[in-house]
């Protein structure tokens, strides 16, 4: 157990819908990330947060967006859904932005939200 | 940017033998480089990292892998499989990116069957 959390652990829904994904870091980590793994993308990473501000945003969609609240857990939020979305995505955490002093630079995963859209 | 190729799509190795998995990176600096693992249904556990320091660095579960600077390559090993070592093993590298964030980025994967 690497302490974070994901919730829904599955999903799914239709195409045009709008979902949210949520994370909880572990504790005294101030840093979320964000990942999508499918089958022809592999693992890719979208978007990190950090103490609540935007650090660092990847092959995010458009119609994608995330945000981190006060007590640091994190939403994904994913809208006008397509086939093509169905995924695992992965909240991951660590201590802080950019990495820092080498042990702070692992990322923990959660065990993922598996969306699937019809 | 930073990129990482992991040859082998697939390796069957048989319960007791050696293994290795292959890992080759690219990035201009430093590298921070990580071994992950992922049973089936399951998330990403980390096996190893490396940062700095020794080359050879030891993880859980037995796993150990070397940095290579010379060759770009952080491969897996594992002097004795089990069973349960059948999964998929991911390479990764860590980066910093402009606005004071970091990222990873992942190879393709290996899957791993392990035949009794």
């Known amino acids: 157990d690497s302490g974070v959390t994901q919730t829904p652990k599955h999903l799914i829904t239709a195409t045009g819908q709008r979902v949210t994904l949520r994370c909880s870091p572990r504790?005294?980590?101030?840093?979320v990330y964000w990942y999508q793994q499918s089958l022809d993308q592999g693992l890719q990473f979208l978007i990190q947060y950090y103490n609540g501000e935007e650090r660092a945003k990847g092959n995010i969609l458009e119609r994608f967006s995330a945000q981190q609240f006060p007590d640091l857990h994190s939403e994904l939020n994913l809208s006008s859904l397509e086939l093509g979305d169905s995924a695992l995505y992965f909240c991951?955490?660590?201590?802080?932005?950019?990495?820092?002093?080498?042990?702070?630079?692992?990322?923990?995963f959660g065990p993922g939200t598996r969306l699937l859209v019809l | 940017a930073q990129s990482v190729t992991q040859p082998d799509i697939h390796i069957t190795v048989s319960e007791g033998a050696s293994l290795e998995l292959r890992c080759n990176y690219s990035?201009?600096?430093?590298?921070?480089l990580f071994w992950y693992v992922q049973s089936p249904g399951q998330g990403l556990q980390l096996l190893l990292k490396y940062f700095s320091g020794d080359t050879l660095v030891q993880g859980i579960k037995g796993f150990e892998a070397e940095f290579k600077r010379s060759q770009s390559s952080f491969n897996l090993r594992k002097p004795s499989v089990h069973w349960s070592d059948a999964a998929e093993y991911f390479c990764a590298v860590g980066a910093r990116v402009t606005g004071g964030g970091n990222k990873l980025t992942f190879g393709t994967g290996t899957q791993l069957k392990v035949e009794l």
């Open positions: 504790s005294g980590d101030l840093s």
């Open positions: 990035y201009g600096a430093t590298p921070y």
């Open positions: 991951a955490s660590s201590p802080r932005a950019d990495g820092g002093a080498s042990g702070e630079k692992t990322q923990y």
